[in-house]
């Protein structure tokens, strides 16, 4: 198995992207606490990130510091969550989750002039934005969209539709460890503003159907979404990636548009050592990479993470295969 990229500190949830011909490596930042394990989250109590970068694969790893911090944040009270970047128009953007005043978790943004920052967190979260797990594509066209939300502590079970376009945060709505019943809950997606730190569009669910068309099942837990959204583009097809939760897969489904709905089509990565799993995927050096975490480094402890990356390949057919 590959070992840790990064061995120096404690990271997660990397978001992987290719800024001016390097790879940049956007996690969150594990660290020790006291508190017990829930099924809330509490124990992944982060209160920073740092990015990283490399000039190729067999590079060193190169820890830029600390790019942002929750007292940077003038809107957020805890845990800045897994984040992702983007960038437009010589800015750079890192979107992040965090609780708010009221104990919610909302997205938020700061900006940048490098893609390893510092960055300085906007005045408030994205209006309409909820839930946790940031990801953002941006389109050959050049529009962005973001994808978000995670069950159980990333509170996504918790909203609910207004009747409209709109959605409402009810902490009764469903319980905590059953999603809903019939089909599953799907992430969300919306398209970004021009100025990428505002929504242009309701926010959507994304769907997900199963070999008979239908969506998948809340009961299908080896298939259903749980969290760790991501969107890239092969050969003019969206693959739309994600975690499975509690059954711990990476899987993927592929669709004709960014808004979907996508066709289940398989897993990439088998539960790894540790709770989560969160990845991404993304093309440099004329090769491609899923970058996810584990608990290596820790010897298993849940909430004390670590990068890691392997190599990955497309058949004929798209089916994307890892290189053993």
């Known amino acids: 198995m590959p070992e840790p990229l990064i061995k120096t500190l404690y ?19 594990d660290r020790e606490t006291a508190i017990q394990f829930n099924d809330s989250g509490d124990q992944y109590d982060m209160t920073d990130y740092h990015v990283f970068s490399m000039e190729s694969m067999t590079s060193p790893v190169t820890d830029h510091g600390v790019a942002l911090t929750l007292q940077d944040v003038p809107w957020a009270s805890k845990q800045l969550w897994a984040p992702d ?15 708010d ?79 809903c019943e019939g089909r599953a809950l799907g992430a969300r997606v919306a398209k970004l503003g021009g100025d990428m730190v505002s929504f242009a569009s309701p926010v959507r669910e994304v769907v997900v159907l199963d070999e008979s068309g239908e969506p998948v099942r809340a009961e299908d837990h080896e298939r259903r979404f749980f969290e760790a959204s991501w969107m890239h583009k092969y050969r003019g097809t969206y693959y739309f990636s994600y ?16 808004w979907g709905p996508f066709r289940y089509r398989g897993r990439i990565l088998e539960p790894v050592l540790g709770w989560t799993t969160h990845h991404s995927i993304v093309e440099f050096g004329g090769r491609w990479w899923i970058f996810y975490h584990d608990c290596t480094l820790s010897g298993g402890v849940s909430h004390l993470r670590n990068v890691k990356v392997r190599e990955i390949v497309y058949d004929e057919e798209g089916d994307i295969r890892l290189v053993e």
């Open 11 to 29: 990271t997660a949830d990397p978001s992987a992207h290719v800024f001016n011909s390097r790879l940049y490596i956007y996690p969150s930042h």
């Open 85 to 99: 970047a983007a960038t437009k128009d010589g800015k750079y953007y890192l979107y992040f989750p965090a609780r």
């Open 101 to 179: 005043r009221e104990g919610v978790f909302r997205i938020g943004v700061a900006v940048a002039r490098v893609p390893e920052g510092p960055f300085a967190a906007l005045e408030s979260y994205i209006e309409g934005s909820y839930s946790i797990d940031p990801a953002v594509f941006v389109d050959g066209d050049g529009t962005g969209y973001l994808y978000f939300g995670g069950i159980w502590g990333g509170e996504l079970q918790c909203w609910g539709t207004d009747g409209g376009e709109g959605w409402v945060f009810d902490k009764g709505l469903v319980g905590p460890n059953e999603p």
């Open 243 to 258: 975690s499975t939760g509690d059954t711990h897969f990476v899987v993927y489904a592929t669709g004709d548009s960014p």
